[in-house]
């Protein structure tokens, strides 16, 4: 959560600084000074809500500090710029400010680029430098720089753009996206685009015009306000008309200035925040809680969402006469001496099952079948699995990787993105708190995404989208929907489809991605079931909220009839409101239970 800011720091230490000087030394001129403080906060305000179209709760301040002024009423006035400047800090607080949207795609995108001559000499140069036809190398686990054509065969990891979670394996003269990560050895490849024209600076260009064209969020006391404001004026404009009391029209005035709505809407939001991240999600101000209280769409990513992203080893065909134990043993063995994706997986899935693997010798790589070596006499193989396939070999849609000795199938490994234990869970939760539907949106193939989608309940599955399509399916539902739109996602395919919806989700466990940059809420825990916790304290927050300006007001209707009567004074009414201002704080401040589930 992010510091008030200084701004807000200064106005609260002047306004309380000259209500205690007036207070000590009895007299207005501190009062005045105060006064004044509070009415050029209230100005500004008031142009900020005028500007975004709305009817702020800060129009009656401002009226309350100019009418007490001008019937002399000074310390009134010093108070609510107090409670005014009070109720912007913590309007600060509970909103926060967001770093830079694009400051981690920035960060990642790479700067310098290895140029290769026709001489084969490598040249560390700027991207900018870059141009069509030139030769350039990628090593292994940078990112391409800018699209390429193949010169030799080679793995990539391209789950930051499509969503496709294992690493795919691409032949000579195959067009290669920027943004995605070299899986397996170095490479050359020929550049097809500059670097302002690749695709990765296209999908930063795409989140940057998505946030710019993303609905601002409506603060929760602007709601009550609408009604609020011309309620009170009225009453305060018929209490001059019927008495001819200018000093009992301004008391009412003064008794209706929106303290409840200015302190305790913010405070209660701060806690909804503070509440969820203790829960795990980090919710990064006040608008994206609200929204996240009215969720009633959610469009999912597959990828490292309702899956954990990565590899691992599901099942293990075997030849007649083997058993998975001895194939993963096997395999392993070779897998230690590669620094692959997919090595470490059939390594991690020996080790889970408490396999020691192999003692291999000889082990190298053969360009575009894996890798080779020997185990106990015995050439071995462990790579694609190349045609002919054995007839007890089932070939399915997992990614899978064959075991051969002495040139004759052994086994098959088959590679599964599994999903994750709480996703089914979470959906089910989600829906009773009033998501009615659910779309899983992925880069990922359809076979994939459809086996997932089933398994955990959504209601539709659109496969193999890009970010473009992502983006305009949130248009669609956004148009379409009454509540608000939810996106969740992990990776830089996710952004600009979590920049435009009404609040953003990244899975953010995996540390600062542009997912989590462009998101307005981050789940810190690699649990999507932490998406309920959030939600369900956004509700609970979202109503304290509410009840807490509930009560404020209908004590301040209170004050208003007193203040209309002739009961009490403009000062005492502005005293009064201190105390409706604690009830209603203290209604905020109480604790915000996660009910159960």
């Given at each position: ?94 909103a926060g400010r967001a770093r830079s949207q694009l400051e981690a795609l920035v960060q990642r995108a790479p700067r310098r680029i290895q140029l290769v001559d026709d001489e084969n000499n490598i ?424 009840q807490a300006a509930g009560v404020g007001m209908g004590l301040s209707l209170f004050a208003m009839l007193a203040g209309a009567f002739g009961l009490v004074s403009v000062t005492e009414n502005a ?23």
């Open positions: 959560m992010q510091r008030i800011s200084k701004g807000s720091i200064v106005l609260v230490a002047l306004t309380s600084l000259a209500l205690a000087l007036g207070l000590f030394s009895g007299n207005n001129f501190p009062f005045m000074i105060g006064a004044a403080v509070g009415a050029v906060l209230a100005i500004r305000l008031v142009w900020v809500s005028v500007r975004e179209h709305e009817v702020g709760s800060d129009v009656l301040a401002l009226i309350s500090i100019v009418a007490t002024a001008l019937v002399s009423e000074w310390l009134a006035g010093a108070i609510i710029a107090l409670m005014l400047s009070t109720g912007q800090a913590l309007e600060s607080w509970a040249t560390d140069a700027d991207i900018k430098e870059v141009k069509v036809g030139d030769t350039f190398l990628v090593r292994t686990g940078e990112v391409v720089p800018v699209d390429g054509r193949l010169l030799s065969e080679a793995s990539f990891d391209e789950s930051a753009l499509t969503g496709e979670p294992l690493p795919k394996e691409h032949f000579i003269g195959d067009e290669i996206p920027s943004g995605v990560v070299n899986a397996g050895e170095p490479v050359r490849l020929v550049a097809t685009t500059t670097a302002e024209t690749s695709t990765y600076s296209a999908l930063v260009r795409l989140v940057e015009n998505a946030k710019a064209h993303s609905a601002p969020g409506v603060r929760l006391a602007n709601r009550y306000a609408l009604w609020f404001v011309p309620l009170s004026l009225g009453i305060s404009l018929a209490t001059w008309l019927f008495t001819g009391n200018v000093h009992a029209a301004i008391s009412v005035i003064v008794a209706a200035t929106p303290c409840p709505l200015i302190l305790a809407i913010p405070i209660a939001v701060i806690a909804g925040i503070s509440g969820a991240a203790k829960h795990g999600a980090i919710i990064k101000d006040g608008a994206a809680l609200e929204q996240l209280a009215r969720s009633q769409v959610l469009l999912v990513d597959k990828t490292g969402t309702l899956t954990h992203g990565g590899p691992e080893v599901s099942t293990v065909q075997t030849a007649p006469g083997w058993k998975p134990e001895q194939i993963l043993e096997i395999a392993a063995g070779l897998e230690l001496a590669s620094a692959h994706v997919l090595a470490k997986a059939v390594v991690r899935g020996a080790q889970s099952r408490e396999i020691l693997p192999a003692k291999a010798t000889e082990v190298s790589e053969v360009l575009g079948e894996g890798l080779v070596g020997v185990v106990d006499g015995h050439n071995i193989r462990v790579g694609r699995l190349l045609e002919p396939v054995p007839a007890w070999v089932q070939v399915n849609t997992s990614l899978q990787i064959c075991v051969d000795r002495d040139g004759e199938v052994i086994g098959v490994i088959d590679l599964e993105d599994p999903i994750r234990t709480d996703s089914v869970e979470t959906i089910r939760q989600l829906r009773l708190l009033g998501v009615e539907r659910v779309l899983l949106v992925t880069g990922d193939r359809r076979p994939a995404a459809e086996a997932i989608g089933n398994a955990v309940g959504v209601d539709e599955i659109f496969a193999e989208c890009r970010p473009e399509d992502k983006l305009e399916l949130v248009g669609v539902e956004k148009q379409n929907a009454k509540g608000a739109v939810l996106v969740v996602g992990d990776g830089i395919n996710d952004s600009p489809a979590l920049a435009a919806a009404d609040v953003g989700v990244a899975m953010g466990a995996r540390g600062a991605t542009a997912a989590s940059e462009t998101a307005s809420v981050v789940i810190i825990e690699d649990s999507i079931g932490r998406l309920v916790d959030a939600i369900r304290i956004s509700k609970g927050a979202r109503n304290r909220a509410l005293i009064a409101q201190e105390f409706i201002d604690a009830a209603a704080i203290l209604w905020a401040l109480v604790p915000i239970k996660k009910s159960v589930r």
